[in-house]
């Protein structure tokens, strides 16, 4: 395995859940691939038959408002953020490859997939683990529900020996009782 071109904290800080999807944003991609974030859309632009809705969105205002007030952009760093950004699902970046045919470009998209794929399973990870802990949630909650269950019969018998009731006498009665 080659050593990565970026290192895989920069690529996946820069992950970000949009529309229930995880997507990088075009001018983090054009960082990473070394060219003009103008230079990337425009490629796109020209390709934009091989980047459907769920490869690739461009960002509302509302989004882009709740985007920039997350990751807290300075007004220096607005530069270049004139346009509403594109934003790339893991296919559309995969995609870019293709039109951005550079050797930087292929190479980083290997990684940004890989990454991408690690996300996943760390997710799936994740799943499997929260559905084990909702297993025992719900054995404990039974076993709570047997203890209280138990604890009621045992307040029962112990009123039932403290104050207990008159009995019938059993057994042959004669008259001289």
């Known amino acids: 395995m080659e050593t990565p071109i970026i290192p895989d904290e920069i690529v996946m800080n820069q992950i970000y859940y949009i529309r229930g ?3 990088m944003i075009d001018r983090d991609l054009a960082v990473l691939y070394n060219v003009e974030t103008r230079i990337l859309k425009q490629a796109v632009r020209r390709n ?17 408002q709740n985007w920039r007030s997350q990751i807290v952009i300075s007004n220096s760093d607005l530069m270049g953020l004139r346009f509403m950004p594109f934003c790339f699902t893991e296919q559309g970046v995969a995609m870019l490859s293709s039109v951005l045919n550079s050797e930087r ?10 990454i991408f794929t690690r996300i996943r399973h760390m997710f799936m990870d994740n799943t499997e683990l929260r559905l084990e802990i909702e297993k025992i949630k719900s054995k404990l909650d039974n ?35």
Request: proline residues 5%; hydrophobic residues 35%; without cysteine.
């Open 48 to 64: 934009i038959t091989r980047f459907p809705d769920d490869f690739m969105f461009e960002m509302t205002k509302e989004e882009f």
């Open 21 to 23: 999807q995880k997507v």
């Open 105 to 114: 470009a292929i190479n980083v998209n290997i990684q940004i997939i890989r």
């Open 143 to 177: 076993q709570d529900k047997n203890m209280e269950v138990v604890f009621r019969y045992l307040d029962e018998l112990i009123e039932d020996k403290e104050d207990p009731k008159p009995r019938k006498r059993i057994g042959f009665k004669s008259e001289d009782w």
